[in-house]
């Protein structure tokens, strides 16, 4: 059985989404055991080989997709260590706020006890919406951690925040949360 750190690496459907490719091959060659699930937007923008190449594990596209008879979001659920969401769009902050699982990302992450982190990314306008604010009000309170968003040139054109942290800066939280070793 593998001792390495197992992290849900949840991607969703942000323009962001091809930094996660990168997110997902450091985190890989750092030690650790990376599962990814993406949302149904996120095939949209990257695809389910890029990251079951970069991870070395299949990749949770779909919650009725399941080849063993327990479904692979319950098993994952339980053993990992850690449940990074990068990038992290204003659908999910909603969905998780308010206990949705309708697709295989958010049920993991409603089944999950551990350590969740978001890395938002999206437009200034919807970061600063005032349901989205309150959201992730409400996730800080229940111990959500977050990285970002950060300030800059935005995918859109527009300057502001809602820029991804950088994949370096998620690297060292998680590092420094969950040592790969
Ligand atoms: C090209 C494109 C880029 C998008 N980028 C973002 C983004 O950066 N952040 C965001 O919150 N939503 C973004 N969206 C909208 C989300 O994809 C949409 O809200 C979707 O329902 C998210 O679903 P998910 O959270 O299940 O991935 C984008 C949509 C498109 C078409």
Known sequence: MSTKKKIILGVTGGIAAYKSADLCSKLTAEGYDVHVIMTF????????RCFQTLSRNP???????????????????ANAHLLVVAPCTANF?????????DDALTTTALAFAGTVLLAPAMNTRMWNATAVQENCRIL????????????????CGDD???????VSTIISTIKNLLPPR
């Not at 937007?41 to 389910?48: C, G, I, N, P, R």
Request: hydrophobic fraction near 35%; aromatic fraction near 6%; proline fraction near 5%.
């Open 93 to 101: 902050i909603g969905k998780f706020t308010h206990g949705i699982a």
């Open 41 to 48: 937007s996120a095939q949209k923008l990257m695809t389910e």
């Open 140 to 155: 800080r309170d229940r111990g959500v951690g977050f990285i970002g968003p950060e300030t800059g040139r935005l995918a």
């Open 160 to 166: 502001g925040t809602g820029r991804m942290s950088e």
């Open 59 to 77: 990749v949770i596209c779909s919650l009725w997709d399941v080849p063993e008879w327990k479904p692979e979001h319950i098993e994952l659920s």
